[in-house]
């Protein structure tokens, strides 16, 4: 069965610290990646999606991610994360081989940073 | 502006109660879906519908049920045999190949 393991549940910053969030999923396909955000009291957002090309992905307000298909991974980066970044980030895998759109999400990282 | 409604925003269930939560879309998209988030669990497919009259199961479907009568609709029934509705719900829908999909700011459930 797919699934999509984030490793870390909550992660705490200081403001201008560097970010890494880890994503990892296991499905021998054709895959579509995405990281959504939800940010305290807001819907889920589209934070970036890779369908194919370029393994380095940018998204909005600064943030990337690099997908490498010989570990399955899409980690998402900041390089200096600001406290407006606090929200829970989720990374997502569809496959669209069916073009079902059907999504497999992680469990989430919480992300605090602390002003 | 095109979007997802979800109402209400907050619910509560007494015990044995079926409640309905509503989720219209006016993208003109035809696949949407139901997904429960619990804190720590992410957020889990309940059904899901690819075209009006249609819909299947995800991986928690027990103690739900839904309807696709229309295109922009698509309600979420929790019946009194889900033993634990509390929980955060929330709507999605999808246009087609290679699109993300856009969700509703979503429903949270709470038991009386």
């Known amino acids: 069965a797919q699934s999509v393991s984030q490793h870390n549940h909550h992660v705490i910053l200081s403001e201008a610290a560097s970010l890494e969030l880890g994503c990892n999923y296991s499905?021998?396909?054709?895959?579509?990646l995405f990281w959504y955000v939800q940010y305290p009291g807001q819907h889920l957002q589209l934070l970036l999606k890779?369908?194919?090309?370029?393994?380095l992905v940018k998204g909005i307000k600064g943030f990337e991610a690099e997908f490498i298909k010989s570990k399955f991974s899409f980690n998402l980066r900041k390089p200096s994360v600001q406290w407006s970044d606090t929200a829970e980030y989720f990374c997502?895998?569809?496959?669209?081989?069916?073009?079902?759109?059907?999504?497999?999400f992680g469990k989430g990282t919480k992300l605090s940073v602390k002003p | 502006d095109g979007g997802i409604t979800q109402s209400p925003k907050y619910l509560f269930r007494k015990e044995g109660q079926n409640v309905t939560l509503s989720c219209e879309q006016n993208?003109?998209?035809?696949?949407m879906y139901w997904y429960r988030q619990d804190p720590g669990q992410g957020l889990r497919l309940i059904y899901y519908?690819?075209?009006?009259?249609?819909?299947q199961k995800g991986d928690i479907a027990e103690g739900y049920s839904v309807s696709r009568e229309k295109k922009e609709s698509f309600p979420l029934t929790v019946t009194s045999a889900q033993k634990n509705p509390t929980a955060f719900y929330l709507c999605?829908?999808?246009?087609?190949?290679?699109?993300?999909?856009?969700f509703g700011d979503g429903t949270r459930l709470s038991i009386l």
């Open positions: 997502a895998v569809g496959d669209y081989g069916g073009s079902q759109g059907n999504l497999i």
């Open positions: 499905y021998g396909g054709t895959v579509n």
């Open positions: 890779y369908f194919s090309g370029d393994p």
């Open positions: 993208l003109n998209h035809d696949a």
């Open positions: 519908s690819q075209i009006v009259n249609d819909f």
């Open positions: 999605a829908s999808f246009q087609g190949y290679n699109q993300p999909q856009h």
